[in-house]
Structure formats: structure tokens, C-alpha cells
């Protein structure tokens, strides 16, 4: 699943996919665990504090950390469900909301690495 934020000017896209042990990634993906170990979503965070985003990815240090709870991954800031991390795959520049031109000029980063 792909996810888009606008930030301080900037489009920022995630994705869930391709995730394994050295991702660099945001826990953006509030929800809870039920009954039978699923991921049950609730809402998407972006708040600093909780997150990192933007400054502050969280890396993926072991994607099958626990026996005991197997949904659990292990990151550099704790534990939590595979389904809350999304990695940054695109970060794109606005162009001002006032700007008079269709054509303003907008730079694009590109953050996939295959």
C-alpha cells in the first residue's frame, strides 16, 4: 500500500512494501492487534514525537524477532507489528500555493534503491 503526506511544502510517498532487516522506515500506522494476531488499522500518525517523521527513520533491525509474539519486528527504537512501518520511497518540492505558473518547477527524489 502506497501513502501520501504533504509536509512543510513537500510530498512525501510511503509504501509497505519491501521491507526486511536495514529498511530505514516511520511507524505511521496506528492500530492495535486482535484476538487471532492480526493487524487491526485504525488511523495513519505523522507527529514527530511519535514517529521521528521526518528526521528520525527508525531502522529495521530483525524482521522475525519473537516466537512469542510472531508479528513483532525489532527496530533501533523498540518493537511493534510489521503493518505500522512504511518506508519513504519519494520525496517531491511543491510549488508555492501562490505561484502563477502551471509549469512551476518542482524536484523529485527519488528514494528507491533497486
Do not use: C, W
Amino acid at each position: 500500500m502506497k501513502v501520501e503526506h504533504i509536509h512543510e511544502g513537500k510530498r512525501y510517498v510511503f509504501s509497505d512494501e519491501g521491507i526486511v532487516a536495514g529498511t530505514a522506515v516511520f511507524p505511521i500506522a496506528n492500530g492495535r492487534i486482535n484476538s487471532d494476531n492480526e493487524f487491526v488499522f485504525h488511523d495513519f500518525t505523522f507527529e514527530d514525537y511519535m514517529t521521528g517523521f521526518p528526521d528520525e527513520p527508525h531502522t529495521i533491525l530483525d524482521t522475525k524477532y519473537s516466537t512469542y509474539k510472531p508479528y513483532e519486528v525489532r527496530t533501533d527504537h523498540g518493537f511493534g507489528p510489521i503493518e505500522k512501518y512504511f518506508r519513504l520511497v519519494l520525496i517531491e518540492d511543491l510549488p508555492p500555493r501562490n505561484s502563477s505558473s502551471l509549469m512551476a518547477r518542482q524536484a523529485v527524489t527519488n528514494l528507491n534503491s533497486n
